[in-house]
C-alpha cells in the first residue's frame, strides 16, 4: 500500500513500513525502514527526523547531510557518505545537491527495458529528485505489494539539458537502517564451492561486496543479509539486499559510529562510466529489499514467494521440470554415439524424461581449445548428426536436450577466423586466454544477431526441448573497437544488456524449450538471471556432503526449484570423496533433479535405487517446486544437514538430512520441524509413526544414527 500526500510517503508490504518526508528545506528524508507503522506515526517520525535535516538557517553551511538520511546521497556538497551517483559535467564539476521536485504512482511493477525486472506488483511510487547544480533529474522508484515482504527499488537517470554529462557512478538504490549494530550475511566462495554464507559483525567504515569479472559470480552473489543483534534462522529481524543483476555489481554497507548503517548498490562504479547526452536517460538494476521479523528462515521464504511470483517466467516457474541425465562427468569430451545411446537407453529404464548432451558435439571441438562459436554439429563425431541421437531418445520416449555456450569463441574456430574482431581484445594487448577461449563483444548488435541466428538455427532445426547455457570465463581486457574512447566505461554494462538481449529473443522465439543457466557451475547465480532461466547449474560440485552446504547457502535468497541439482559418480571429480548413492539421491532431490554419470555402468543395485529415487522425486516434486522451506539444521555450523518443505496448505511435507560426520558423543539428538499444522496429525511414512504438529515441532524427532555421510528423506502428510 502505498500512502503519498507529496510531503510524506509510507510504503507498507506484508510486514514492514518504509517512510519517507520532504524537510522544509525541500530534501527527501528517509524516516523509517522496518516493522509496520500507522500514517500517524508519520508526524512522529517526521518531528524526530527534522532535528537532522538542515534548517532554512545552516541551508548553505549543508553539512546537515552528512547525518540526515536520506534516499539518494549527494556528493561533493557535506554527504560525505559514498555516492549514490555521480554527475559530471563538461567542466569537470560533480558536486550534486538534489531536492524533491514531484512524485507519482501507478498500478503494478514498471517495466525496465533491456533488464530483467519483477513481472507484477501492487503499486509503484515514482519520487522525482532534481539536482541543483546540474540538469539532472532522477526519478526514484519504490514497487510495494500488501502481499509481500519484498520492496523493489530502482532509479532512473535523466539529462534534462542539452549537454552530456558522464555519470561516473549510478547506483539504484540508497537505503537507511536506524543505528544499531547489525551484522551482514554475505554468500562468498569460488568454483565448486558457490554461496557459502559468512556471517560476521560490520565494522565501521564501508563493507563492500563486489565484483569485476562481468558476471555476478563463483565469489560474491549480489546478495547482502543485514542481521539485527540476536537475529537467528528463526527469530528476530533482518533484511535481505539483492540485485536483480547478472554483470559487475557493488553492494555497500557503510557505518559511522552511533549513526544510521547506509546500504547502497548496483552497477558495479569501477571503471563505470556512461556518457548521457541531453534529453537521454540512465536506468539502474532494480533491487529487492526485504524485511523480515521472522529471522534468516522468514526472509528466505519472502524471497522465494516473491521470485516464484514475480520474477521467474511464469510458464515455467511451477511447470514440472525434465528429470535429466547429461553425460558431462560420464564421458567429457570423448564421446560418440556408442557411447551415448547405451546411457540413453538406461535413462528410460530408469524413467530419466531428458537427456541432455553436454560441450563438445559441435565444431572442431573434440578438447576445450576448439570450436566454440562453431555451434554446426561435428558429424565425424555424432554419425547422422544430432537427428540420430534425438531418435533415439524419441523412440526410448525421452526429450532431448542440447549445451551451448553461446557468449564464448576459440581462436581455432570458424567464427574466429571470419570475425577475429568479435572477440573482446585490445590491438597491441595480448589477451587473456582462460580455459583456452575468449569472450565474444556482446556490446555489439551484429555479433549478439549473429549468435542468435546459429544457436536459433539448431533450435529451429532440431526437435530440443531444453537448452543448458553455459559460461566458462570471465571478462578480461574490458575494450570495444565499437565505442570511442570516452565511452569505454560503458563496456561492462553494456556487455551484459548483449546477454540479456540473447536471452531475451532466444526464449521468446522458442517458448517450448527450457533454458537452464550455467556459469563453470554457479558462476552466474542470480536473480537477473532467473528472469530468463528458471533453473541454474548450482555447481560443479555435486560431492554429497559439500553439495549440502552449497544448496544450503543459495536458499537463502534462491528457491530450491532454481536449483539444478545431480546425482554424480563416487569417488566425487571434484572433492574424491565418497558418499552413499542414496545420499547424492537425497540432496539432488531438494532441486531440479537428474543424473550427471553413466547410467550404463551403474551396479545393480545403484540402478534399481535410482529407479525408486526418480519415482520419489516425481512424488515429491511439486513441493519442492512449490513449498515454504524451513532450514532445520545448518551443515556449517554442526554435523547435521536438515532442510524440509512444507505445502502451503500444511499438509505435506518433505524432510531431507544428512549426518555429515560422527561425533562419539552425538546420540539422542532431537530434530525439531518447522511450518506445519500445531494441531494436524501426521504421519511419516519411512518412520511408521503418526504425531502432532506441535509434538514434531516442540518435542521434536529424534535423529536417527548414522555412518558418516548417511541420510534420510521422510514425507509427512497430514492425516488429520
Ligand atoms: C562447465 C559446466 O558447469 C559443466 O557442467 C559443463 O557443462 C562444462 N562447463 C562443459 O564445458
Not at 553425460?327 to 528410460?348: R, V
Request: charged letters at 25%.
Amino acid at each position: 500500500m502505498i500512502l503519498a500526500d507529496g510531503k510524506r510517503f509510507l510504503l507498507s508490504g506484508k510486514s514492514y513500513g518504509y517512510a519517507m518526508a520532504v524537510t522544509e528545506t525541500g530534501f527527501l528524508q528517509h524516516l523509517h525502514y522496518g516493522g509496520k507503522i500507522t500514517e500517524r506515526d508519520l508526524d512522529y517520525l517526521f518531528a524526530i527526523g527534522a532535528t537532522v535535516a538542515p534548517h532554512k538557517d545552516d541551508f548553505n553551511a549543508d553539512m546537515a547531510f552528512d547525518s540526515m538520511l536520506g534516499e539518494y546521497g549527494f556528493y561533493a556538497r557535506g554527504d560525505y557518505k559514498e555516492p549514490t551517483a555521480i554527475f559530471e559535467r563538461r567542466d569537470g564539476a560533480s558536486m550534486t545537491r538534489l531536492r524533491y521536485r514531484a512524485y507519482r504512482t501507478q498500478k503494478g511493477a514498471p517495466a525496465v527495458a533491456g533488464m530483467p525486472h519483477a513481472r507484477s506488483g501492487g503499486e509503484t511510487l515514482i519520487i522525482t529528485l532534481k539536482d541543483d547544480f546540474s540538469e539532472i533529474e532522477v526519478d526514484l522508484y519504490y514497487t510495494a505489494s500488501d502481499d509481500s515482504d519484498v520492496l523493489v527499488r530502482n532509479a532512473v537517470v535523466r539529462n534534462t539539458g542539452r549537454e552530456a554529462v558522464m555519470l561516473k557512478k549510478a547506483f539504484s538504490f540508497r537505503a537507511e537502517l536506524p543505528n544499531g549494530s547489525y551484522r551482514m550475511m554475505r554468500l562468498a566462495g569460488t568454483w565448486a564451492q558457490e554461496r557459502i554464507p559468512e556471517i560476521a559483525p560490520i565494522a565501521h567504515g564501508v563493507t563492500r561486496l563486489h565484483t569485476l569479472r562481468g558476471a555476478s559470480s563463483h565469489n560474491t552473489n549480489p546478495f547482502m543479509g543485514i542481521l539485527t543483534e540476536g537475529c537467528t534462522e528463526e527469530r528476530g529481524e533482518c533484511y535481505g539486499v539483492q540485485l536483480v543483476y547478472s554483470g559487475a555489481f557493488a553492494l555497500t554497507a557503510e557505518w559511522c559510529k552511533n549513526g544510521p548503517l547506509t546500504l547502497q548498490g548496483g552497477i558495479n562504479d569501477v571503471g563505470f562510466g556512461w556518457q548521457l547526452n541531453g534529453g537521454e536517460t540512465f536506468v539502474t538494476p532494480q533491487t529487492l529489499l526485504t524485511y523480515s521479523y521472522e529471522g534468516l528462515g522468514g526472509m528466505s521464504r519472502s524471497i522465494h514467494d516473491f521470485l516464484r511470483e514475480k520474477m521467474i517466467d511464469p510458464a515455467y516457474v511451477y511447470r514440472q521440470r525434465p528429470i535429466v541425465v547429461n553425460n558431462w562427468e560420464a564421458t567429457y569430451f570423448g564421446f560418440d554415439n556408442e557411447k551415448l545411446f547405451p546411457i540413453i537407453d538406461e535413462a528410460a529404464k530408469l524413467g530419466i524424461d531428458t537427456f541432455v548432451l553436454d560441450d563438445g558435439w559441435f565444431g572442431a571441438r573434440r578438447n576445450d581449445r576448439a570450436g566454440l562459436g562453431d555451434w554446426f554439429v561435428n558429424e565425424d563425431v555424432l554419425k547422422g548428426g544430432l537427428k540420430t541421437v534425438i531418435d533415439r531418445c524419441k523412440k526410448n520416449g525421452m526429450k532431448f536436450g542440447l549445451w551451448f555456450e553461446p557468449e564464448m569463441v576459440n581462436e581455432d574456430s570458424d567464427l574466429f577466423r571470419a570475425h577475429p574482431d568479435w572477440a573482446i581484445c585490445k590491438e597491441g594487448v595480448e589477451p587473456c586466454r582462460c580455459r583456452n577461449q575468449l569472450v565474444l563483444d556482446f556490446t555489439r548488435k551484429e555479433v549478439v544477431d549473429y549468435v542468435f541466428g546459429t544457436v536459433g538455427k539448431v533450435l529451429k532445426e532440431n526437435d530440443i526441448s531444453y537448452v543448458k547455457w553455459d559460461m566458462n570465463r570471465n571478462i578480461t581486457e574490458c575494450f570495444t573497437a565499437a565505442l570511442p574512447a570516452e565511452r569505454q566505461g560503458e563496456f561492462m554494462h553494456r556487455y551484459i544488456l548483449g546477454v540479456y538481449d540473447l536471452a531475451e529473443r532466444l526464449t521468446g522465439a522458442f517458448p517450448n524449450v527450457i533454458f537452464e543457466g550455467c556459469a563453470g557451475g554457479g558462476g552466474r547465480f542470480d536473480a537477473g538471471m532467473l528472469y530468463y532461466f528458471p533453473q541454474i547449474w548450482t555447481s560443479d560440485d555435486t560431492d554429497g556432503y559439500e553439495r549440502a552446504k552449497i544448496q544450503w547457502g543459495t536458499s537463502v535468497c534462491y528457491p530450491l526449484s532454481a536449483m539444478s541439482c545431480h546425482v554424480s559418480v563416487c569417488p566425487n571429480h571434484q572433492t574424491q570423496r565418497t558418499t552413499p548413492f542414496q545420499t547424492r539421491g537425497n540432496i539432488a532431490s531438494l532441486g531440479a533433479f537428474g543424473y550427471e554419470l553413466d547410467l550404463s555402468k551403474m551396479t545393480d543395485e545403484e540402478k534399481a535405487l535410482a529407479k525408486l529415487q526418480v519415482e520419489a522425486y516425481r512424488r515429491t516434486a511439486e513441493l519442492v517446486l512449490k513449498g515454504d522451506l524451513y532450514r532445520l539444521k545448518n551443515p556449517l555450523e554442526g554435523d547435521y544437514f536438515c532442510m524440509s518443505v512444507v505445502s502451503k496448505d500444511k499438509s505435506e511435507a518433505y524432510v531431507v538430512g544428512e549426518r555429515t560426520h560422527g561425533n562419539p558423543c552425538d546420540y539422542n539428538q532431537y530434530l525439531y520441524l518447522r511450518g506445519l499444522d500445531a494441531d494436524g496429525l501426521y504421519e511419516i511414512e519411512e518412520l511408521k509413526i503418526t504425531a502432532s504438529g506441535k509434538a514434531l515441532m516442540n518435542a521434536g524427532l529424534l535423529l536417527p544414527r548414522l555412518p558418516d555421510f548417511g541420510s534420510w528423506a521422510w514425507h509427512l502428510k497430514q492425516v488429520r
